[in-house]
Each structure stands twice: as C-alpha cells, then as structure tokens.
C-alpha cells in the first residue's frame, strides 16, 4: 500500500541527510510504528508521504502511484492525518470539523451528516451528545477522539498518525491505544504511526521501523524486536525490560493452560495481556489465576510458573 524506495531529504544549511536514502514498505491493512531519537527522521518521513515536506530525491508510491508527481492538495484529502495537538478548528462544531473533507470532496449534505455520526459513534463518542459541541468543551481525550473520526471521515485508505496520544494524560492514553487499535485494524487500514515511546510502539504496531540518523536500523514485528535486537543501538532502545513487554503481547486468553479454577486464584478477564496478569499476580501475592470471558465463564489457568517460563523463553516445567 505504501512504499518508500531510496528516499532522501535533505534541508538547506544541513550537512547530513534528514533521511537518507530510505527504502520501507508498509503492506495494506497494517500498522507500521516508526520510532527512533529525536532528529532520526521519522517524522520527516511520515510527512514525505503526504508531501507536507517534500523529498529531495527518491520515490513514494501510495496504491500504485508515484505521489512525488500527484497533486499534493488532492493527495491529502485522500490520506487520512492525525497528529498530537489534533488541530481542530475552534469556531466550528464537532460536527463541522468531522465533515470537513468529506465537504471538500462535495459529498451530499445528507451523507455527510450519517457520515459524521457513524464516526463519532465510532470512537465512542455520542452523537447527540457531541455533535452541536465545539472543541472547547471537551476534554483532551474527547478532542482526540475527534481527530480521529475527522481523518476517518472520508474513509481514506491510508492514515498518518504523528504522536496522536502524546498530549493525553498516561491513563486516558492507555485506554484510548487499545481503543483504537481495534478500529484500524477492523476497518483494515493502511497507518504510519510515529512516536518516541517504545510501549506505544510495540502496543500500536503490526510492524516496527526503528530509526537513527535518517537511515533504518530495524524493520520487525514486534515480537522479533524485542526477541532479536539488530545491533546494541536497539538493545539499547528497546530496554533492558524486553522480556517483560513481549508478555505485553500476549492475550491472557492465548496464554490459558488446562486446569480447575483454585480457590486461591484470582479471576482476571481474557482481554487482559501477561503482562497485567504477571503484575496482578505478584501484586496479590499468588500463584495462578483463572482467566474468564465477558460473561464470567472460566477458560482455563495462567500460574506465576508459567509466565515466568514463557518470559525466560522456555516451556513451563511440568
């Protein structure tokens, strides 16, 4: 769907490429987390793809087409963008800012007003609610939720996301990640996502670009990062901790084992990761919990045992 072969940008007055010599591609329907320092790039080359910055050489090609040679007005109303500030416009409603593009593109009054209320129903917000509100009514979190029903709106292909939950507060953060993972991967989009934060980026992420000094360094699932970092610059990146964010990775429900629910277990829902399971484990102070579904029904075990082993890369002893 996207892809970047041997571009460069390079800025008047700066010796060393922005980019350098990039080549990524980022396959339909999948999230690819680019990260890395500041001045790696990785903005830079997300924004190359909508040509809010054009490249100095190379080529981007976007469902087929070269975009270097596109219009770059018509581009971006086909690409989705969300980015940290959200940049909703103050004076108009809720409603206004979602139909924006989906009103340049000259949609039928009528559609455009399902539209917008099929989005924020979307992204949990209310449209009876919301619609008529103006930004300065909502919280961060709400106006973020807005910006993404905003790029939504005209059901582009491909979204940019540039630290889109950056300014949100760590707990509204958390949730609305989780939240909106489920929708790009259910309405099989094509993202670039940037950020600076390695859990974001293995929690966002189908695939992660790490990058340092304009050029790409690693281009891995997030598991495969974390197990086998390139080079000691990613080691470093990724953490002394990579053992215990690869059990982020892993649904309680995927990780469940045979067994009676004990007396002694806690009762933790299949949505959670090994990750929380681990934490409410040693928190509490047991040795197993029983993992149940939505309507509370067991679906098997977890024990401390188990995560431990899975976490030090070998099976659970029996």
Same mark, same amino acid.
């Given at each position: 769907?996207?892809?970047?072969?041997?571009?460069?940008?390079?800025?008047?007055?700066?010796?060393?490429?922005?980019?350098?010599?990039? !080549?990524?591609?980022?396959?339909?329907?999948?999230?690819?987390?680019? *990260?890395?320092?500041?001045?790696?790039?990785?903005?830079?080359?997300?924004?190359?793809?909508?040509?809010?910055?054009?490249?100095?050489?190379?080529?981007? *090609?976007?469902?087929?087409?070269?975009? +270097?040679?596109?219009?770059?007005?018509?581009?971006?109303?086909?690409?989705?963008?969300?980015?940290?500030?959200?940049?909703?416009?103050? #004076?108009?409603?809720?409603?206004?800012?979602?139909?924006?593009?989906?009103?340049?593109?000259?949609?039928?009054?009528?559609?455009?007003?399902?539209?917008?209320?099929?989005?924020?129903?979307?992204?949990?917000?209310?449209?009876?609610?919301?619609?008529?509100?103006?930004?300065? #009514?909502?919280?961060g979190g709400q106006r973020q939720r807005v910006?993404?029903?905003?790029?939504?709106?005209?059901?582009?292909?491909?979204?940019?996301? !540039?630290?889109?939950?950056?300014?949100? !507060?760590?707990?509204?953060?958390?949730?609305?990640?989780?939240?909106?993972?489920? *929708?790009?991967?259910?309405?099989?989009?094509? =993202?670039?996502?940037?950020? #600076?934060?390695?859990?974001?980026?293995?929690?966002?992420?189908?695939?992660?670009?790490?990058?340092?000094?304009?050029?790409?360094?690693?281009?891995?699932?997030?598991?495969?990062?974390?197990?086998?970092?390139?080079?000691?610059?990613?080691?470093?990146? =990724?953490?002394?901790?990579?053992?215990?964010?690869?059990?982020?990775?892993?649904?309680?429900?995927?990780?469940?084992?045979?067994?009676?629910?004990?007396?002694?277990?806690?009762?933790?829902?299949?949505?959670?990761?090994?990750?929380?399971?681990?934490?409410?484990?040693?928190?509490?102070?047991?040795?197993?919990?029983?993992?149940?579904?939505?309507?509370?029904?067991?679906?098997?075990?977890? +024990?401390?045992?188990?995560?431990?082993?899975?976490?030090?890369?070998?099976?659970?002893?029996?």
């Open positions: 769907m996207i892809r970047l072969e041997n571009v460069s940008k390079l800025f008047a007055g700066i010796a060393r490429p922005a980019v350098d010599s990039l !080549d990524l591609s980022v396959p339909e329907g999948r999230t690819c987390v680019l *990260i890395g320092p500041s001045g790696c790039g990785k903005t830079t080359t997300m924004r190359m793809v909508n040509r809010l910055i054009e490249p100095s050489s190379g080529r981007i *090609i976007v469902e087929g087409e070269d975009v +270097t040679q596109a219009d770059p007005v018509l581009l971006r109303r086909r690409i989705g963008y969300v980015i940290q500030q959200v940049g909703l416009f103050p #004076h108009m409603t809720i409603a206004e800012n979602v139909a924006t593009v989906p009103k340049l593109l000259g949609w039928p009054a009528e559609k455009i007003k399902s539209r917008s209320e099929e989005m924020l129903a979307l992204v949990g917000l209310e449209p009876a609610q919301f619609l008529s509100r103006y930004p300065r #009514h909502l919280s910006g993404v029903a905003r790029a939504l709106a005209a059901d582009p292909p491909v979204m940019l996301m !540039d630290e889109p939950f950056g300014a949100v !507060d760590p707990v509204v953060r958390g949730r609305l990640q989780e939240e909106f993972v489920a *929708i790009l991967r259910r309405l099989k989009k094509t =993202v670039i996502f940037v950020t #600076h934060d390695i859990d974001e980026a293995i929690r966002m992420g189908d695939i992660v670009a790490i990058m340092k000094d304009g050029r790409l360094v690693q281009y891995d699932t997030p598991d495969r990062l974390l197990a086998a970092p390139a080079d000691a610059f990613v080691a470093d990146f =990724v953490g002394a901790d990579a053992a215990l964010r690869r059990l982020s990775l892993v649904s309680a429900a995927d990780a469940v084992e045979e067994g009676a629910p004990q007396v002694s277990d806690l009762r933790l829902p299949a949505s959670a990761n090994l990750r929380n399971v681990l934490s409410a484990l040693l928190t509490e102070g047991r040795d197993g919990a029983t993992i149940v579904d939505g309507d509370s029904r067991p679906l098997g075990r977890i +024990t401390l045992a188990a995560i431990r082993a899975r976490s030090a890369g070998r099976p659970a002893e029996s």
